[in-house]
């Protein structure tokens, strides 16, 4: 059973740092790039980073230069790092797996980060 396992949303000034982390189970982890995305109310779902096996990442233009994925393939944890956070990052942030070989892809439950102004 694939479970990804996200933590450490919460509520943040505007200006403050959050840490989020994806833990991973049930998958060959080093077949997968992992994702973060986030979706607003009345929004699409986006995408925020993404971290692959070799760890080479790709950043949505809103977020970087504030914001630093990182993977730790031992242990099967993605995390994300957020700096300078805006009300616009305000969000339900998802991870997600998506595996290289067959296409296949599975999402967490999703955390809630909320910025105040």
């Known amino acids: 059973q694939v479970q990804l396992v996200e933590s450490g949303g919460g509520l943040v000034q505007a200006g403050g740092s959050l840490r989020l982390s994806c833990a991973a189970s049930?998958?060959?982890?080093?077949?997968?790039?992992i994702g973060w995305y986030r979706q607003a109310p009345g929004k699409q779902r986006e995408l925020v980073a993404t971290?692959?096996?070799?760890?080479?990442?790709r950043y949505a233009a809103s977020v970087k230069g504030r914001t630093t994925i990182s993977r730790d393939n031992a242990k099967k944890t993605v995390s994300l790092q957020m700096n300078s956070l805006k009300p616009e990052d305000t969000a339900v942030y998802y991870c997600?797996?998506?595996?290289?070989?067959?296409?296949?892809?599975?999402w967490g439950q999703g955390t809630q980060v909320t910025v105040s102004a």
């Open positions: 997600n797996a998506a595996n290289r070989w067959n296409g296949e892809t599975y």
């Open positions: 049930g998958i060959t982890f080093s077949d997968n790039t």
């Open positions: 971290i692959d096996r070799l760890q080479n990442t």
